[in-house]
């Protein structure tokens, strides 16, 4: 189910008068987004309100800061991307005392009604006139009164509930969702188990993640080691965590000698990944640039997704398995429900010991022709997922 609507969908009314819009990331600044690349689905979004058609003005939120923190790092990181503020567009960057969001109930609810308020008042200064609020993190989905806004919109770009790093705030997390109910609030989800766990009764939409065309047009250069690798080369990018089935990286190591299984990305847990380190045809290298990761991509010989199952891989909707798509790559993923449907080039495979043969089928099939791999580029574009993401949003 790619970017249709849902059961709990309802015809919205068509409005093509601009509106006024209030944005918030989840857990990340705008100089953030910058810095990584604009690869997340929040990026994406933020950089298209600047300039969408069906938005007037903007106000960019940032994740509310420590004030001391913040201090820190405006004297000491060199590299910051400015905000391109202007009439249309502002972006707020709220601060406080304390370094993290508190863990209980009755300390996100202050929390986020601290936020709001700093929200409400930099959209008065702006002149915004019952602005429509889209905001992708979690707290404010739910707890944001928004009495001033024409609508709120939660933006689900993955189940923080079952997003093992922020466990603490898990009763919070459901507390919130819960609230998005009651308050028929809008939700956009990347996946169907998202929007099910969610179980919005107002408008909703299931948006999968999608693909910026310029990133993939072309012939981006890969990093130079690549070329002494022996081949094929069959590739992870993303996150190196415990979210990997080490067992069957293993066993496709093994059961093809001669390739080489690469790891791209950064090494978020160590231990996990520490049994791949014997094997000799195992390569694990940090994270790249996003130009450098096309470039991988476009010199691979298959995608490997090999995603262990859990509540939080049930639900996500990740952007390697449309960015190797988009460089042309035949897939083999976990037969998760966000990996189905999306392309006849993705193998999926339910048992662990089905992988190497899963991987070989891949390599007889190859890469995609060209004409395949630019249809398929379009048809999955940002700009074709934010239309529908912002016909929900501000109907």
Not at 60 to 70: A, G, H, T
Not at 135 to 141: D, E, F
Not at 328 to 345: C, E, S
């Amino acid at each position: 189910m790619l970017g249709v609507a849902t059961r709990n969908d309802v015809s919205l009314a068509r409005d093509s008068a601009p509106r006024d819009v209030v944005f918030t990331f989840s857990y990340v600044s705008w100089q953030a987004a910058a810095r990584r690349g604009w690869f997340m689905p929040e990026d994406r979004l933020a950089q298209t309100l600047l300039s969408h058609r069906r938005v007037r003005r903007v106000l960019v939120c940032d994740l509310m800061r420590s004030l001391p923190v913040k201090l820190v790092r405006d004297l000491t990181e060199r590299e910051t991307v400015a905000f391109p503020a202007g009439e249309r567009a502002q972006q707020l960057q709220p601060v406080r005392l304390r370094r993290h969001d508190p863990a209980s109930l009755g300390g996100a609810r202050r929390a986020v009604a601290t936020y709001e308020r700093a929200m409400r008042r930099a959209a008065a200064r702006m002149g915004l006139h019952e602005p429509a609020v889209i905001t992708a993190h979690p707290l404010l989905a739910g707890f944001l009164d928004g009495d001033w806004a024409r609508s709120v919109t939660y933006y689900a770009t993955d189940d923080w509930a079952a997003y093992p790093p922020h466990s603490r705030y898990w009763p919070a997390y459901r507390q919130s969702f819960a609230q998005v109910g009651e308050r028929r609030r809008r939700v956009a989800a990347v996946s169907v188990p998202v929007l099910e766990r969610l179980a919005p009764t107002g408008p909703s939409a299931v948006i999968p993640n999608g693909l910026q065309p310029a990133e993939w047009i072309g012939d981006p250069a890969p990093p130079a080691w690549v070329a002494d690798l022996p081949r094929p080369l069959l590739l992870y990018t993303g996150s190196l965590d415990d979210r990997l089935d080490v067992t069957v990286l293993i066993a496709i190591a093994r059961a093809l000698p001669s390739a080489t299984v690469l790891l791209v990305g950064p090494l978020l847990d160590e231990r996990h990944l520490l049994p791949l380190r014997a094997l000799p045809n195992i390569e694990i290298r940090p994270a790249l640039s996003r130009a450098a990761i096309a470039g991988l991509i476009r010199v691979a010989d298959c995608g490997l997704i090999p995603h262990v199952r859990s509540p939080l891989t049930e639900a996500m909707s990740p952007l390697k398995l449309y960015e190797y798509l988009a460089g042309g790559l035949p897939v083999v993923a976990a037969d998760l429900p966000p990996m189905r449907g999306v392309d006849l080039r993705v193998a999926l495979v339910q048992r662990p010991e089905d992988y190497p043969a899963a991987v070989l089928d891949a390599l007889h099939a190859g890469r995609a022709g060209e004409n395949e791999r630019l249809t398929f580029l379009h048809t999955n574009s940002w700009a074709a997922r934010h239309e529908r993401l912002l016909e929900l949003a501000l109907a």
